[in-house]
C-alpha cells in the first residue's frame, strides 16, 4: 500500500484515481501529474515501484502544492478572519447560513440543519 502525505491510497486504484485520495489533488490535478511522470494509463496503485512513488512525493513537493493538513489549516484559518473581520461572508459563516448568495426561503437545508416544526407541541 502506498502512503503518499500521511494518506494510504487504495491498492486496487488506477494511478490516477487513487491520488485524489489525498486531499487538495483532483482529477485534473491527479491526471496532469501522471502524464508529466510518465506513469501509464491504466497503471494501478499497487504496481508503481518506489521510484514512482517518491517521484509523486518530490512532485508535490517541488510544486509547492498545498495538501493535507497544511490545505485543511489555510481554509479554516480564511473562514475564521472573515468572521474576525465581521464582514457579510464571516457573518453568515457564523450563523450557519449558505455564504454564497443562495435562497434560503426554502432549500438550504445542508446548511440550516433539519426543518424545524413552527408551533409543534412539546411532549411532556
Given amino acids: 500500500m502506498a502512503r503518499i502525505n500521511g494518506v494510504d491510497l487504495p491498492n486496487e486504484k488506477r494511478a ?12 485534473t490535478t491527479a491526471a496532469k501529474m501522471c502524464k508529466e511522470l510518465n506513469i501509464a494509463d491504466g497503471t494501478r496503485i499497487k504496481d508503481l515501484t518506489e521510484e514512482q512513488i517518491s517521484a509523486i512525493r518530490d512532485y508535490i513537493n ?5 495538501v493535507e493538513g497544511d490545505l485543511r489549516r489555510e481554509r479554516t484559518q480564511n473562514v475564521k478572519r472573515l468572521m474576525d473581520i465581521g464582514c457579510n461572508r464571516g457573518l453568515r459563516h457564523r450563523k450557519g447560513l449558505p455564504v454564497r448568495g443562495q435562497r434560503t426561503h426554502t432549500n438550504a437545508r445542508t446548511r440550516k440543519g433539519p426543518k424545524r ?8
Avoid at 490516477?16 to 482529477?27: K, V
Avoid at 517541488?62 to 498545498?66: A, Q, T, V
Avoid at 416544526?117 to 411532556?124: E, N, P, S
Wanted: glycine letters at 20%.
Fill in 16 to 27: 490516477e484515481i487513487g491520488l485524489t485520495y489525498i486531499y487538495g489533488i483532483g482529477r
Fill in 62 to 66: 517541488d510544486n509547492g502544492m498545498m
Fill in 117 to 124: 416544526q413552527i408551533g409543534a407541541k412539546k411532549k411532556k
